[in-house]
């Protein structure tokens, strides 16, 4: 198995900056085999969608909604990906997933999932 632990939502007014973090934990061999870290999110009565997505090679992707305010990063020392939010707009509130992907020889094709941290952004 392997073990998501998210930190750094919170409440920030529009306009402000937040900055979550993902630790991934477990079976060491598991942990080696993971590929994509990625950011997802989920709006009360919206579909969760694709936030960011950062590969083991450093290639990322984007909503088009977050283009040139988020950066997604990762420490693969640390087994972390970062996700650095700014100029945050009310639209941007929603709970915020961590997901972690590898090769189907471990897991499963979704992965394995955060609890999801709350991240709330007043007008």
């Known amino acids: 198995q392997v073990q998501l632990v998210e930190s750094g939502g919170g409440l920030v007014q529009a306009g402000g900056s937040l900055r979550l973090s993902c630790v991934a934990s477990g079976s060491i061999l598991r942990i080696n085999a993971i590929n994509a870290m990625g950011w997802y999110r989920q709006a009360p009565g919206k579909q969760r969608e694709l936030v960011a997505v950062?590969?083991?090679?450093?290639?990322?992707n984007y909503a088009d909604s977050v283009k040139g305010r988020f950066t997604i990063s990762r420490d693969n020392a640390k087994n972390t990906v970062y996700l650095q939010m700014n100029s945050l707009k009310p639209e941007d509130t929603a709970v915020y997933y961590c997901?972690?992907?590898?090769?189907?020889?471990?897991?499963?094709?979704?992965?394995?999932w955060g609890q999801g941290t709350q991240v709330t952004v007043s007008a």
């Open positions: 997901n972690v992907r590898g090769d189907s020889f471990w897991f499963s094709r979704e992965g394995y």
């Open positions: 950062i590969s083991s090679t450093g290639n990322t």
